[in-house]
C-alpha cells in the first residue's frame, strides 16, 4: 500500500522534521526518499550518512549535540588508527582518521558492507537496518546505483567528493560547481518512484537544496514527477533569516549564485513545489516569494523547543492538503 505521506530527505533537519511529523501522521504511513549522493565509502565500509542520521533520529538514539552519530558513542577504534600514522606512506589510503566513525556505529556500516557484497539491494538492506531499529517508516534510498556528489572547490580548482569537501574540508572553503556523478544513468528505484507518484503529499524536508535534495532532483524524471503534482508538493525553508540551520547551505547558495534567502530557496523550488513554509522572521519576503510562483505558509521552522516541531509539521500536511 502506497504511503500518504513521502518526505524528500536529506541529513540532519530531514531527520529532525520526520521525528516531528510522527507526532501527526502514522509512521506506518510515512515514506521518505532518502539522499544518496553523500554515500562513500571508508575503511572499506559502505557508509549512507543521511539514511543513518535519519534511522538513528527515529530511533532516538542519535546523539543531540553533534546531530549526526549515536548517543553515548566511543571512539576506541578512531583512536587506534591514529598508532599508524608515522608508518603509512605519503600515497597511501590506508586508516583515514578525518571522518570519525564511533565503535557502535561501525556495526551500521559492517552490516550494510556485507550485505551489498552479497549482492543485496541498497532499498532492502536499508529496510533491513530500519526493522533492527523498530522502525516502522518505508525509508527509501533514492537509488540502488551509484551517484556521487562532487564539489569543485574554487581557490584550488579541483574536484573532490563531498565528504572531502563537507567534513575533512570542514565547508569552509569556496565552491565553484556542484555535480552529481552517475545521476545521468541512474534511476529511482520502483518504491521511491511509487512514494512521489501516488501518495498524498509530498514535503520537501529543510534541507540543503544545493547538495541533499538536488541529488535526487538530478536522477531521471524527478522533476517531471513533482512537476505534474506540483498543486500537492510543499517544501519547508531550510534558510531563516538569511542563515543556513545546519551545514553551509547559506554560504553555498552566495558561491553559486542563488540569492541566500527564503526568496532564493523559492527560485529554486517554485516548478516543483506550490508552496513554500518560511520562519516568521522571514515573513517581510512573503510578496517577493510570491511573485516567484509560490504560495506561503508562515510558522516557526527552527525545532529547537518542545511542540515547535509538531506545529510545522501539521502546517506543513495542512498546505499540501489544502
Known amino acids: 500500500m502506497t504511503p500518504s505521506v513521502t518526505v524528500v530527505c536529506g541529513g540532519v533537519g ?15 504511513d510515512t515514506a521518505a526518499v532518502i539522499n544518496t549522493g553523500d554515500d562513500t565509502v571508508l575503511h572499506g565500509l559502505s557508509i549512507s550518512p543521511d539514511i543513518d542520521t535519519v534511522i538513528y533520529t527515529l530511533a532516538g538514539a542519535i546523539d543531540p549535540e553533534r546531530g549526526w552519530g549515536l548517543h553515548g558513542e566511543s571512539w576506541r577504534a578512531m583512536e587506534s588508527l591514529e598508532r599508524y600514522t608515522a608508518v603509512k606512506p605519503n600515497d597511501s589510503s590506508a586508516a583515514p582518521t578525518w571522518f570519525n566513525l564511533g565503535d557502535k556505529d561501525l556495526a551500521t556500516h559492517l552490516y550494510r558492507t ?80 511509487l512514494a512521489l507518484v501516488d501518495s498524498e503529499v509530498v514535503v520537501i524536508a529543510p534541507s540543503n537544496p544545493l547538495v541533499s535534495i538536488a541529488p535526487i532532483r538530478g536522477l531521471r524524471d524527478v522533476d517531471e514527477i513533482l512537476g505534474a503534482r506540483r498543486e500537492s508538493v510543499v517544501a519547508i525553508s531550510p534558510i531563516v533569516g538569511g542563515v543556513a540551520l545546519k551545514g553551509p547551505a547559506d554560504q553555498m547558495l552566495r558561491e553559486l549564485g542563488h540569492e541566500p534567502s527564503v526568496v532564493g530557496v523559492a527560485r529554486l523550488y517554485s516548478e ?33 523547543e518542545p511542540g515547535v516541531g509538531t506545529e510545522l509539521a501539521r502546517r506543513t500536511l495542512a498546505a499540501a492538503r489544502r
Not at 520526520?18 to 501522521?25: F, K, P, Q, S, Y
Not at 510578496?287 to 504560495?295: D, K, L
Open 114 to 193: 556485507a550485505r551489498l557484497a552479497e549482492g543485496t539491494p541498497l532499498t532492502l538492506v536499508t529496510a533491513e537496518i530500519a526493522t533492527a531499529w523498530g522502525l516502522e517508516h518505508r525509508l527509501l534510498p533514492m537509488t540502488d546505483s551509484k551517484v556521487s556528489t562532487m564539489v569543485t572547490l574554487r581557490e584550488e580548482s579541483i574536484e573532490v567528493p563531498f565528504q572531502e569537501y563537507f567534513v575533512k574540508r570542514r565547508h569552509n572553503v569556496p565552491v565553484e560547481a556542484v555535480r552529481f556523478a552517475g545521476a545521468d544513468v541512474a534511476s529511482l528505484t520502483a518504491l521511491a518512484r
Open 272 to 304: 516543483i513545489a506550490a508552496t513554500l513554509v518560511i520562519d516568521p522572521v522571514d515573513e517581510a519576503h512573503v510578496p517577493a516569494i510570491e511573485a516567484a510562483g509560490m504560495r506561503v505558509v508562515v510558522t516557526r521552522s527552527v525545532m529547537s
Open 14 to 28: 530531514a531527520a529532525r522534521f520526520m521525528r516531528a511529523l510522527a507526532d501527526v501522521h502514522s509512521p506506518a
